[in-house]
């Protein structure tokens, strides 16, 4: 697609409940990002994607979290037993390159509230 | 601890007037972003600067980089009102798993 596409973009779930967001990445990008952005503060890594591989998985929080891109494309992350403090947007990314930090290019991201 | 350090983390100024953003980082690193940020919606990337020295101009916003001082400045040159959004530095690195950190952003209000 033309930009990167991420679903749903409200969520509203109750605490204890498993949520699962979906990134489609600009095609033919090669490395996917995951960031947590909560309210007034700036993108914190969660994980990494080089094609199918999970190269860096260091900033998730919790054993909670899991992130997969099977076949190198489209990316969910997963959050299992949704606790209050995982309420935030969700922005996943996507760059060209595997050399370097490239420009990234993110979605318009997916609020996750939990009650 | 790596850190990405913004300041002002909140701007006001008038139309017309100019303004600098400063974007202090800890660790060494040639790899330097600017995105912008409306309010629900995603980032847009503003510039790359990737060696000391660089300087890139986009209508009224100017970035640039010293590696040296771990600092990137983005000047704002007479604001308008379209410029109001928040404004967020980030640092590459590649020696960390490809990560980029960002600042905590500034907010930049532009009054008319």
């Known amino acids: 697609g033309a930009g990167v596409s991420q679903s749903p973009r409200y969520k509203v779930a109750k605490r204890g409940q498993d949520v699962a967001l979906r990134c489609d990445p600009i095609?033919?990008?090669?490395?996917l990002f995951w960031y947590q952005q909560a309210l007034g503060q700036g993108p914190e890594f969660l994980t990494y994607?080089?094609?199918?591989?999970?190269?860096?998985k260091s900033g998730l929080p919790s054993d909670r979290f899991f992130a997969e891109r099977p076949e190198g494309s489209v990316s969910t992350l997963k959050i299992q037993r949704t606790q209050q403090e995982d309420s935030a947007v969700y922005l996943c990314?996507?760059?060209?390159?595997?050399?370097?930090?490239?420009?990234?290019?993110f979605g318009e991201g997916s609020r996750l509230t939990v009650l | 601890e790596l850190k990405v350090e913004q300041n002002p983390l909140f701007l006001s100024m008038q139309e017309g007037k100019n303004y600098t953003i400063y974007c202090n980082y800890s660790?060494?690193?040639?790899?330097l972003y600017w995105y912008r940020q409306d309010p629900g919606k995603s980032l847009e990337s503003l510039f790359v600067?990737?060696?000391?020295?660089a300087v890139k101009q986009e209508g009224r916003l100017m970035a640039s980089l010293d590696t040296k001082a771990r600092l990137s400045t983005l000047h704002i040159t007479a604001a308008v009102h379209d410029l109001s959004a928040t404004y967020f530095c980030?640092?590459?690195?590649?020696?960390?798993?490809?990560?980029?950190?960002f600042g905590t952003g500034t907010s930049l209000t532009v009054i008319p």
């Open positions: 095609s033919g990008h090669v490395s």
């Open positions: 600067l990737l060696s000391n020295g």
């Open positions: 994607f080089q094609n199918e591989a999970q190269l860096d």
């Open positions: 990314a996507s760059s060209t390159g595997t050399g370097g930090p490239g420009e990234l290019f």
């Open positions: 980030a640092v590459g690195y590649t020696n960390t798993g490809n990560q980029f950190y």
């Open positions: 660790t060494t690193s040639d790899r």
